[in-house]
């Protein structure tokens, strides 16, 4: 199972990439692997002001349908149109072209609340 130690986590499975006042978040590989092949990812928030802890759109895989959760506060900047195509990039590359969405941050002391590798690694028990 592939954690990156650069990056932060939630314990609902996001990956959160921190760039100034930007993050950029997808799912983990855990999450990934649980899910199954994935084959249609759901993101109709661009451009609006979500809360953290609200859902910002849904994973659909082969067996069930998830809800993505925003890890922090803030403005949904940029979703990946890569998935609508092709939703299994989630599966073959979580951290990097399987991204799911830009946000700009709205409360910066939110970052801190997020789980490091090694205390995602505890949640999922690696």
Same mark, same amino acid.
């Given at each position: 199972?592939?954690?990156?130690?650069?990056?932060?986590?939630?314990?609902?499975?996001?990956?959160?990439?921190?760039?100034?006042?930007?993050?950029?978040?997808?799912?983990?590989?855990?999450?990934?692997?649980?899910?199954?092949?994935?084959?249609?990812?759901?993101?109709?928030?661009?451009?609006?002001?979500? @809360?953290?802890?609200?859902?910002?759109?849904?994973?659909?895989?082969?067996?069930?349908?998830?809800?993505?959760?925003?890890?922090?506060?803030? @403005?949904?900047?940029?979703?990946?149109?890569?998935?609508?195509?092709?939703?299994?990039?989630?599966?073959?590359?979580?951290?990097?072209?399987?991204?799911?969405?830009?946000?700009?941050?709205?409360?910066?002391?939110?970052?801190?609340?997020?789980?490091?590798?090694?205390?995602?690694?505890?949640?999922?028990?690696?």
């Amino acid at each position: 199972m592939n954690i990156p130690a650069e990056l932060k986590y939630t314990e609902d499975h996001e990956w959160v990439k921190v760039d100034g006042d930007t993050v950029i978040v997808g799912v983990t590989d855990f999450a990934q692997n649980e899910l199954g092949d994935i084959v249609y990812v759901e993101i109709e928030t661009e451009g609006e002001e979500i @809360e953290k802890g609200e859902v910002f759109g849904t994973v659909e895989a082969v067996k069930t349908v998830s809800d993505l959760f925003m890890p922090v506060s803030g @403005e949904v900047i940029a979703v990946n149109e890569e998935l609508e195509g092709s939703p299994e990039i989630v599966n073959e590359d979580p951290y990097e072209k399987g991204w799911m969405i830009k946000i700009k941050i709205s409360n910066q002391e939110e970052i801190e609340e997020l789980l490091s590798a090694d205390q995602y690694k505890e949640v999922v028990g690696g």
